[in-house]
């Protein structure tokens, strides 16, 4: 299975929005509502943000939300906090074979 | 709380077999609709999923390292385990433990770093 496909960096000045993209085929994020976004500070594990597209996990907060169209999903972050700054994966389910592939990462800055 | 821990040598001689165990904590691998998987991170790249568990031993692998992966579970232990034979340069990484619904993955261990070297 290949990567999904996410910009290697994002930049966003703190109370502004960014968004990141996460392309997939027909295969993977188009055939399944099964995308979720990970944050991963440095040194640290990577943390569920998103899951099934758009929900997000208790304790997370409502300035992450997710969508998806066709095969590419997105990660939307409003109000920009310095603490935000971190990387971010996507993932999606595959199959109920091979589970889940991720995306590359995006490396996010708060300027 | 759900806390997950991998644990296993640091370093692994280049055609050897990796061996990671994860120790699952608060909660019970058995009887549960979770799988138990592991992903690593090569240092400076992104995240890979290597492989899936159930709790009555059925076995879920990425088909690029499934000739060299044996994931297995042992639920008198609550512990699942990892080996990866053959193991180069190219298998350094921080090894992650996780809680896969399978779609996603919601506790995580702390990752424990793995490097292959002679």
């Known amino acids: 299975q290949s990567a999904l496909t996410q910009p290697a960096s994002v930049s966003g000045s703190p109370g502004q929005s960014i968004t990141i993209s996460c392309s997939g085929t027909?295969?993977?994020?188009?055939?399944?509502?099964?995308v979720s976004w990970y944050q991963q500070h440095p040194g640290k594990a990577p943390k569920l943000m998103i899951y099934d597209v758009s929900n997000r996990p208790s304790g997370i907060s409502n300035r992450f939300s997710g969508s998806k169209s066709g095969n590419t999903a997105s990660l939307t972050i409003s109000g920009l906090q310095a603490e935000d700054e971190a990387d971010y994966y996507c993932?999606?389910?595959?199959?109920?074979?091979?589970?889940?592939?991720f995306g590359g990462g995006t490396k996010l800055t708060v300027l | 709380q759900l806390q997950l821990q991998e644990s296993g040598p640091g370093l692994v001689k280049p055609s050897e077999t990796l061996s990671l165990t994860c120790t699952v904590s608060?909660?019970?691998?058995?009887?549960?609709?979770?799988?138990w998987g592991w992903i690593r991170q090569p240092p400076g790249k992104g995240l890979e999923w290597i492989a899936n568990v159930y709790h009555i031993g059925t076995t879920y692998y990425n088909p690029s390292l499934k000739s060299r992966v044996t994931i297995s579970v042992d639920t008198s232990k609550n512990q699942f385990s990892l080996k990866l034979s053959s193991v180069t340069a190219a298998d350094t990484a921080v090894y992650y433990c996780?809680?896969?619904?399978?779609?996603?993955?919601?506790?995580w261990g702390q990752g424990t770093l793995v490097t292959v070297s002679s």
């Open positions: 027909s295969s993977d994020v188009g055939d399944y509502n099964y």
């Open positions: 996780a809680r896969s619904w399978p779609r996603s993955l919601d506790y």
């Open positions: 608060g909660g019970s691998i058995s009887g549960s609709s979770f799988y």
């Open positions: 993932s999606s389910y595959i199959s109920s074979i091979t589970h889940v592939v």
